[in-house]
């Protein structure tokens, strides 16, 4: 377990410390593929419902953030990209992480379970374990497949907004997971290419430590081949038509070229131009993702 002891907050923390803990930019993303989810769904939720039910996620999503938050104080102290965070830096006690991040987990599960349905709670509970101990205190610090199995934790949420309307599990929502599940290990190996130092000082093994960029480079563009079939079968379900299936054929393309461009290239062309296609493809697969659960948002609306 992580020693998380010596965080401890020398001042009063402020609001925004608090909201910080909970990873907003990452609850914005599981706000939205949640929202799609439960919008796309074939059953349709009162808007109270609907509202409470991506709340609710969105606050399980937050207090996954905490729990993290508190446990890799140590690594995130460390690391450049981290050192600023709340715990590291001192504002908030690791504590004070610890005791929002369960009282806020219990809450989201209990309410979303009370407004929605109690599969889509017990599903959010499940992901909230899985992020905060099955990743962050296992697979992230003893495995190079961190990314890739601890991703499931971020790819769950569409799941969970199909259930809070069906109140059940279908392809299209197994398809919405493999989306973001295939997706997750180029986008986050794309980042390391230019951050590994950041790991290994961190004694982080995330593939670029344990393997190299070769390595890494040649499984981020195997993983942009195995996620385009993924991609492209979404648009043939029922929440699927034209304007995902064009997205989709057009992104992926322009992935895979991308990710061959990586491959394609060596640490000596890297370091000469400041790691320019590695930052070009992780900022493409920011991009990727929106792209594709804002085409099936917009297919869902123009479809009669």
Wanted: charged residues 10%; proline residues 5%; hydrophobic residues 55%.
């Amino acid at each position: 377990m992580a020693d998380t002891s010596t965080y401890q907050a020398p001042n009063e923390a402020e609001f925004g410390d608090f909201v910080a803990l909970l990873k907003p930019r990452v609850m914005s993303l599981v706000v939205f593929t949640a929202f799609v989810g439960l919008i796309v769904a074939p059953v349709g939720l009162h808007p109270l419902v609907a509202f409470c039910s991506v709340l609710f996620i969105a606050i399980g999503g937050g207090a996954s953030g905490a729990l993290n938050m508190w446990y890799d104080a140590d690594v995130d102290a460390v690391m450049k990209r981290t050192q600023g965070r709340p715990i590291p830096s001192g504002r908030v006690a690791a504590g004070d992480a610890l005791a929002i991040g369960l009282a806020l987990s219990g809450m989201a599960v209990m309410m979303l379970g009370l407004s929605a349905n109690w599969f889509a709670a017990g599903f959010l509970a499940f992901t909230i374990f899985f992020y905060a101990v099955i990743y962050t205190m296992w697979l992230k610090r003893s495995t190079p497949q961190n990314i890739v199995i601890g991703g499931a934790a971020g790819a769950f949420p569409p799941m969970i907004g199909w259930a809070c309307a069906t109140g059940g599990i279908a392809i299209e929502s197994l398809l919405m997971f493999a989306l973001i599940f295939f997706w997750t290990p180029p986008h986050f190996w794309a980042l390391a290419l230019f951050m590994k130092e950041d790991y290994h000082k961190a004694g982080v093994p995330m593939l670029t430590v344990t393997h190299g960029r070769t390595v890494t480079r040649r499984h981020i563009f195997a993983y942009t081949l195995v996620l385009a079939p993924f991609a492209v079968w979404l648009g043939l379900t029922s929440i699927g038509g034209p304007i995902y299936m064009s997205v989709a054929v057009v992104l992926n393309a322009l992935f895979i070229a991308r990710g061959w461009q990586v491959m394609q290239r060596t640490d000596e062309q890297s370091y000469r131009d400041g790691h320019k296609a590695e930052k070009s493809f992780f900022k493409l697969s920011l991009y990727y993702l929106f792209a594709h659960f804002a085409a099936l948002l917009a297919q869902h609306w123009v479809t009669p």
